[in-house]
């Protein structure tokens, strides 16, 4: 048996073979882990004070992660390390109040889920300069009736709406299906929410300068999944490099004035046919890996690919 010592004069001694993480756990010390435990996180390092020495070296997991985070040659994985000899640690993160909950888990445990799922970036184009104009509760009922279009559309096909930001929003699929399906619902929801938008156009075309112009970007790729947030403010999103990229997506389509850019990852998950669109290859900022992706300008050209609905 060894003895783990933290800071705050707590201790906890414990058989040889058990983690850092475990060990905590043991003594009811909070410690923090979002991925549960498998080292594909940093939440739960901790900092070595005393009795670094003569302890296991870490494994090809955990030196992949500790090299990511670039972390100090006094820093492991708590869930990883399991030390030979009595040993002083730190965690390096406060757990706090705040808690990541495993999607679907209702309070489970303390953690998200990995899953690969499509995302959907929306966002009305020139609405900041159209409000300049209107009173301030028509803009509402006007962005009321956009919201209703959005959600609609990806409530229909089974996607989530995760939120609404300003004039934009974000929406998720495949957090109970798998890939292929959650992307075609995603192209899906995309082309109803384009027709809905031609709608408002047509219904309020006495009230509008300009006709709403929409901007939508669809990826696909793994994503943490789980209830974020604070107190009321909690609620089940996803985060991770696939919600990054997609944002940056939306963005280029605005550049572009295209109403749709749709990534090569999501496209292939769909059999989407799109000969005859522009593709291109992009750097993505803040993405090391470049990313192939399809530009239409027109959504509704892609109503008639070879695709299973």
């Given at each position: 048996?060894?003895?783990?010592?933290?800071?705050?004069?707590?201790?906890?001694?414990?058989?040889?073979?058990?983690?850092?993480?475990?060990?905590?756990?043991?003594?009811?010390?909070?410690?923090?882990?979002?991925?549960?435990?498998?080292?594909?996180?940093?939440?739960?390092?901790?900092?070595?004070?005393?009795?670094?020495?003569?302890?296991?070296?870490?494994?090809?997991?955990?030196?992949?992660?500790?090299?990511?985070?670039?972390?100090g040659p006094n820093v492991r994985l708590a869930c990883q390390f399991r030390p030979l000899r009595d040993v002083s640690v730190a965690p390096v993160l406060s757990?706090?109040?705040?808690?990541?909950?495993?999607?679907?888990?209702?309070?489970?445990?303390?953690?998200?889920?990995?899953?690969?799922?499509?995302?959907?970036?929306?966002?009305?184009?020139?609405?900041?300069?159209?409000?300049?104009?209107?009173l301030p509760f028509d803009t509402v009922f006007l962005l009321n009736r956009y919201f209703e279009v959005v959600g609609r559309a990806v409530e229909e096909v089974?996607?989530?709406?995760?939120?609404?930001?300003?004039?934009?929003?974000?929406?998720?699929?495949?957090?109970?299906?798998?890939?292929?399906?959650?992307?075609?619902?995603?192209?899906?929801?995309?082309?109803?929410?384009?027709?809905?938008?031609?709608?408002?156009?047509?219904?309020?075309?006495?009230?509008?300068?300009?006709?709403?112009?929409?901007?939508?970007?669809?990826?696909?790729?793994?994503?943490?999944?789980?209830?974020?947030?604070?107190?009321?403010?909690?609620?089940?999103?996803?985060?991770?490099?696939?919600?990054?990229?997609?944002?940056?997506?939306?963005?280029?389509?605005?550049?572009?004035?295209?109403?749709?850019?749709?990534?090569?990852?999501?496209?292939?998950?769909?059999?989407?046919?799109?000969?005859?669109?522009?593709?291109?290859?992009?750097?993505?900022?803040?993405?090391?890996?470049?990313?192939?992706?399809?530009?239409?300008?027109?959504?509704?050209?892609?109503?008639?690919?070879?695709?299973?609905?």
């Open positions: 048996r060894l003895r783990i010592s933290y800071p705050g004069n707590r201790a906890v001694t414990i058989p040889q073979g058990f983690s850092v993480l475990e060990a905590s756990r043991t003594a009811g010390i909070p410690h923090p882990s979002v991925c549960g435990g498998r080292g594909r996180c940093s939440t739960c390092r901790v900092r070595i004070l005393e009795g670094h020495d003569g302890q296991p070296p870490p494994g090809a997991q955990e030196r992949a992660t500790l090299a990511r985070i670039a972390a757990a706090g109040r705040t808690r990541l909950v495993e999607a679907g888990g209702s309070g489970r445990a303390a953690r998200g889920q990995e899953r690969e799922i499509a995302v959907l970036f929306c966002d009305l184009r020139g609405f900041t300069s159209l409000t300049e104009r209107r089974g996607g989530h709406v995760d939120k609404f930001v300003g004039d934009g929003a974000l929406a998720l699929f495949g957090l109970s299906t798998g890939p292929e399906q959650a992307s075609r619902q995603a192209v899906d929801a995309a082309l109803r929410i384009r027709a809905g938008v031609a709608d408002l156009n047509e219904a309020y075309s006495s009230e509008l300068d300009r006709p709403l112009r929409i901007a939508m970007s669809l990826h696909a790729g793994p994503a943490i999944v789980g209830q974020m947030g604070y107190g009321q403010a909690t609620s089940l999103t996803a985060i991770g490099d696939t919600l990054n990229a997609a944002s940056r997506l939306e963005e280029l389509a605005k550049e572009l004035d295209a109403e749709l850019v749709i990534s090569d990852d999501l496209a292939r998950r769909t059999t989407l046919n799109l000969t005859g669109h522009e593709r291109q290859t992009l750097t993505i900022r803040g993405r090391t890996m470049p990313i192939d992706v399809w530009i239409i300008h027109d959504a509704p050209a892609v109503a008639g690919a070879d695709w299973p609905r």
